[in-house]
């Protein structure tokens, strides 16, 4: 599949990303833990803050407990069959919060569907390297298929999403086979039924054409990585058959450069898939989050996520939701 990705100039961009953590426009809180005192959960100080229906545990692994934030819809009832969406933070796998993606999941909730902004391990609480972020994020998409019924979630129907870091995660549960926790049931599936990417990172590892200087380079990702980086590498990955995705990036972005989702996006387009790229003239890496600027980022984000959702069946036109056997 690499027949269209001849474009060295990409490659030197590769390496950037993954030594660069992304500022605090995607990590509201930075909290770093002793060695001597692990810690109890991914982000204790947002657990009663954050304001969601119910905080849920949906993974514990070496004594953390990895907490889903699940925000609802007014008169929501566990026997509605609404779609669902899980997004995971940025803060280049390192630091960051579920805080970042409070107020998107306000406003889904609001158009009807059960939205959670997750947890998982990062390197400065967890002393984890990429490939458990990755796990993290697996686990995250089974629990909520796996107690669909009990959040009142459709199976079918439910979004991975986040942002850079969390952008790759999300793109990783969506194209990427393996990486699973052998203790989980593999037999429900890990892989979202659609993806919505902000600014992802979604090309860790070498493409044809790449220099000896950047080989080089790349050659010391899988230290942080804790694989191979082309097996973290979303764009190497894909196939046919692969979910519907939006992708939001901005087209000045130095920190995952707006032409890396170029390349994913035509590698999708390639097998088949539904993928559709927004980009944004000017804009900066984070551009997207609540509160940056003037709040133009999020807004135009936010609505262009709506009528994607509609497009593909998640939300109807107007304010609410399409609900699968439910009360309405």
């Known amino acids: 599949m690499n027949y269209f990705f001849r474009r060295r100039w990409l490659f030197g961009l590769l390496a950037a990303f993954l030594f660069v953590s992304v500022q605090a426009q995607e990590a509201a809180e930075k909290p770093r833990r002793s060695k001597d005192r692990p810690a109890k959960t991914a982000d204790q100080a947002s657990d009663k803050e954050l304001g969601a229906d119910q905080v849920l545990v949906y993974k514990n692994i070496d004594g953390v407990d990895l907490n889903a934030h699940v925000f609802l819809p007014a008169g929501h009832q566990a026997s509605d069959h609404r779609p669902g969406i899980v997004f995971f933070f940025g803060g280049g796998w390192t630091n960051g919060s579920p805080r970042q993606f409070v107020e998107h999941c306000k406003h889904l909730a609001a158009r009807g569907m059960v939205a959670i902004t997750a947890d998982y391990r990062v390197a400065s609480r967890h002393d984890v390297k990429v490939v458990s972020c990755v796990r993290d994020a697996k686990s995250a998409i089974r629990w909520t298929r796996e107690n669909a019924a009990k959040l009142g979630i459709d199976p079918d129907r439910i979004v991975a999403g986040g942002g850079s870091a969390g952008g790759h995660l999300a793109a990783c549960t969506g194209v990427i086979e393996g990486f699973d926790e052998p203790t989980e049931n593999a037999s429900i599936s890990s892989k979202p039924n659609a993806m919505a990417l902000f600014n992802p990172a979604l090309v860790l590892a070498e493409l044809e054409g790449s220099t000896s200087a950047e080989l080089k380079r790349l050659q010391e990702l ?38 890396t989702a170029e390349s994913f996006a035509a590698a999708m387009k390639a097998e088949g898939n539904d993928c559709e790229l927004v980009g944004y003239e000017g804009q900066d890496h984070g551009f997207f989050n609540y509160g940056r600027g003037d709040g133009s980022g999020y807004e135009k984000t936010i609505a262009a996520l709506d009528k994607f959702l509609e497009r593909i069946g998640y939300l109807s036109e107007g304010h609410d939701v399409r609900i699968r056997n439910g009360s309405r």
């Open 222 to 259: 899988p230290t942080r990585l804790g694989v191979e980086a082309k097996e973290l590498s979303p764009v190497h990955h894909v196939g046919p058959n692969e979910p519907p995705t939006i992708i939001f990036h901005g087209m000045a972005d130095k920190t995952v450069p707006y032409e």
